[in-house]
């Protein structure tokens, strides 16, 4: 009886030891990724694309590091984006087009007065610089040199603010000056667009000015430059 009794313990023994080890085994196993639809890994990727480069230079990014930020391996990754070129200049033009947007939706009201809409186009660009400060400073200072279609992209934008302007200031009072001398505008409102720039990027830096006086200041320099427009000789 003891001999039957201790081989009954060691089956119990052996039994507990195998479910232990299965148990193991499945607690080592690794987590199963989350599939996701074509679109939406594209935008996680893109997503993640963006804050890498908006928190570090463009040589310092990582392919891996996103593709483990994703759960995914780095061959499905270049699946979406061939290259890391490729996932940047992706970036950029989602950033691009997002900040034109935001402009673009303050500025839709054509019964606003052209001054009106002037402030809340400004106020809707330096509100929507402020929450995504980064990656606007990526957009705006590029990543990778002078890569044409990184310029394409930040002049892209720079060409749809100049056009939307011209676009809007007719039936306006600025339409005179608009048919005596369009091109002279032009050039005047180009520069003025870069000049927004530069101080929106020292605002972002420094922001040691309130952005109302920021905006305000924006928006004489506009006014002046039109009125200098306006009295030079063509």
Same mark, same amino acid.
């Given at each position: 009886? !003891?001999?039957?009794?201790?081989?009954?313990?060691?089956?119990?023994?052996? !039994?507990?030891?195998?479910? $232990?080890?299965?148990?193991?085994?499945?607690?080592?196993?690794?987590?199963?990724?989350?599939?996701? #639809?074509?679109?939406?890994?594209?935008?996680?990727? /893109?997503?993640?694309?963006?804050?890498?480069?908006?928190?570090?230079?463009?040589?310092?990014?990582?392919?891996?590091?996103?593709?483990?930020?994703?759960?995914?391996?780095? $061959?499905?990754?270049?699946?979406?984006?061939?290259?890391?070129?490729? /996932?940047?200049?992706?970036?950029?033009?989602?950033?691009?087009? #997002?900040?034109?947007?935001?402009?673009?939706?303050?500025?839709?009201?054509?019964?606003?007065? *052209?001054?009106?809409?002037?402030?809340?186009?400004?106020?809707?660009?330096?509100?929507?610089?402020?929450?995504? !400060?980064? *990656?606007?400073? !990526?957009?705006? %200072?590029?990543?990778?040199?002078?890569?044409?279609?990184?310029?394409?992209?930040?002049?892209?934008?720079?060409?749809?603010?100049? #056009?939307?302007?011209?676009?809007?200031?007719?039936?306006?009072?600025?339409?005179?000056? /608009?048919?005596?001398?369009?091109?002279?505008?032009?050039?005047?409102? %180009?520069?003025?667009?870069?000049?927004? #720039?530069?101080?929106?990027?020292?605002?972002?830096?420094?922001?040691?000015?309130? %952005?109302?006086?920021?905006?305000?200041?924006?928006?004489?320099?506009?006014?002046?430059?039109?009125?200098?427009?306006?009295?030079?000789?063509?």
């Amino acid at each position: 009886m !003891a001999i039957v009794r201790g081989l009954r313990k060691r089956r119990r023994a052996a !039994a507990a030891s195998a479910a $232990g080890a299965a148990e193991s085994g499945r607690s080592r196993r690794p987590r199963r990724r989350i599939r996701l #639809e074509n679109d939406q890994r594209r935008a996680q990727l /893109l997503a993640l694309g963006v804050q890498a480069f908006s928190e570090r230079t463009y040589d310092d990014v990582s392919i891996d590091d996103i593709a483990k930020a994703a759960g995914i391996s780095k $061959g499905l990754l270049y699946h979406y984006f061939p290259t890391k070129r490729d /996932l940047y200049l992706a970036g950029l033009r989602t950033t691009a087009a #997002e900040l034109i947007a935001s402009t673009t939706a303050a500025t839709s009201d054509m019964t606003m007065p *052209p001054l009106e809409r002037m402030r809340a186009g400004l106020d809707a660009y330096l509100d929507h610089v402020s929450r995504h !400060a980064r *990656p606007f400073v !990526a957009l705006m %200072r590029g990543g990778i040199g002078s890569d044409p279609e990184v310029v394409g992209v930040i002049e892209g934008v720079r060409a749809t603010y100049v #056009e939307r302007f011209l676009e809007k200031a007719e039936g306006t009072p600025l339409s005179d000056l /608009l048919l005596s001398n369009r091109p002279l505008v032009r050039l005047a409102v %180009r520069g003025w667009i870069g000049f927004v #720039e530069a101080a929106s990027l020292e605002w972002l830096q420094k922001k040691d000015v309130e %952005r109302t006086t920021l905006r305000d200041m924006l928006v004489d320099a506009l006014l002046a430059s039109l009125r200098i427009s306006a009295g030079a000789r063509t």
